[in-house]
Each structure stands twice: as C-alpha cells, then as structure tokens.
T-cell receptor, first 108, second 115 residues
Framework: LAKTTQPISMDSYEGQEVNITCSHN???????ITWYQQFPSQGPRFIIQ???TKVTNEVASLFIPADRKSSTLSLPRVSLSDTAVYYC?????????FGAGTTVTVRA | GEEVAQTPKHLVRGEGQKAKLYCAPI?????VFWYQQVLKNEFKFLIS????????ETGMPKERFSAKCLPNSPCSLEIQATKLEDSAVYFC?????????????FGDGTRLSIL
C-alpha cells in the first residue's frame, strides 16, 4: 500500500472552499485514489475516486496531477455539516487502510 | 436495504465472555468486509466474504475470532473469550464487487467495550 500524508487538521468558515492535499509519492501504476468522509459515531462514507486528471461529482472535485504523486480534494462552499474527518486512500486493494485523516472543522 | 445495518450499536461484555456482532449488507452487494478501529482513525482489515464464502481472512486473529455470512441471514463476527484489547469499534462494509476501484459502503459500526 502506498503511504499517504495529509494535514492533521484544517479550519474553515461556512461558504468557503476547502482544499485538502494528500501526498502519495510511492503510488503504483494500478493504484486508485479514493477519499472517504467520516462523521463522529458513523462509518466512513465514500466521497470520490479518481485515477488521473480531474473528477467531479455532486459533492466534491478531485484534482490529480500528471505524476499522480499527490491529489487534492476540493469541497466547494462548505457548511457546518461538512465538519468531519476526511481520509485519502491510495491502493489497488479491497483491504482499505485508513490513516489518521484530516479533521476539517467548519465554523459559522 | 439501501444501507449497511450493523447491530447492536453498543455491546458491553466482561472479560472472558463471548461477543457477537451482526451486519446486514446492502441488498445486491456480494462482498462483505469487517474492519476493527481500535485507536481513533486507524482501521484494521479483519476478513472479507464473497457471498457466503470467505474471500480473505488474512487479518483475522486465528484463535478467538470467527465470522460467517450465511444465505438469508445477517453476517456475523464472533469473538470468544474476549480480552480488554478487543475493545474497539467494529465496522462492516459491503460492495457490489471486490475490486479496489469499487467503493465500500460502511455501516455505523458496533462499539464493543470489554470490562
């Protein structure tokens, strides 16, 4: 499994865009980049997944540069309910490995 | 159902007692995964099933842990002779297929407390 590094925490305000960058220098050719969100007392929830370039869905965007050694999750116009832990996973394996994640706190 | 359902939400057992956790995967999902979250934010893979067959059990402690997924029944994870170190949140997830590019859908977990 490729090792990932992401900030421990980030603070933001309602209505702002939040960008979380994950470093994964040892990403393998077959690895996908997947982001999950977890609220307290709940299980992780799939947000978005990509292999290269840019992926966008109704919740977020994922930017992946050509070398794939990093990726950035972009949350547009966050609200208080987006306060959660966000995990970056890089793997070609169904055995998911969650690191410490990034705790995003959105303030009014 | 449309969500992974885990029961119970909380389970308290004395050391040495048995604990049994249940998981109903999303209808139509063939794969079930169990994870253990001991420390905050750190997950450990335990076992996975393809329908009722064990797909990968490389994460399962051999001696006291067992799991089943029987037809028309919730999957279960059972811990015999529990120890204090078994205290954790146990998550179940399901997916339509077992490939890494398929998202896993998680239940809200069972918090097991061993006293």
């Amino acid at each position: 499994l490729a090792k990932t590094t992401q900030p421990i925490s980030m603070d933001s305000y309602e209505g702002q865009e939040v960008n979380i960058t994950c470093s994964h220098n040892n990403i393998a050719t077959n690895d996908y980049i997947t982001w999950y969100q977890q609220f307290p007392s709940q299980g992780p929830r799939f947000i978005i997944q990509g292999y290269k370039t840019k992926v966008t869905n109704e919740v977020a965007s994922l930017f992946i540069p050509a070398d794939r050694k990093s990726s950035t999750l972009s949350l547009p116009r966050v609200s208080l309910s987006d306060t959660a832990v966000y995990y970056c996973l890089v793997a070609n394996d169904y055995k998911l490995s969650f690191g410490a994640g990034t705790t995003v706190t959105v303030r009014a | 159902g449309e969500e992974v359902a885990q029961t119970p939400k909380h389970l308290v057992r004395g050391e040495g007692q048995k604990a049994k956790l249940y998981c109903a995967p999303i209808k139509g999902h063939s794969y079930v995964f169990w994870y253990q979250q001991v420390l905050k934010n750190e997950f450990k893979f335990l076992i996975s099933f393809q329908n009722e067959n064990v797909f990968d059990e490389t994460g399962m402690p051999k001696e006291r842990f067992s799991a089943k997924c029987l037809p028309n029944s919730p999957c279960s994870l059972e811990i015999q002779a529990t120890k204090l170190e078994d205290s954790a949140v146990y998550f179940c997830a399901s997916s339509r297929v077992g490939q890494s590019n398929q998202p896993q859908h998680f239940g809200d977990g069972t918090r097991l407390s061993i006293l």
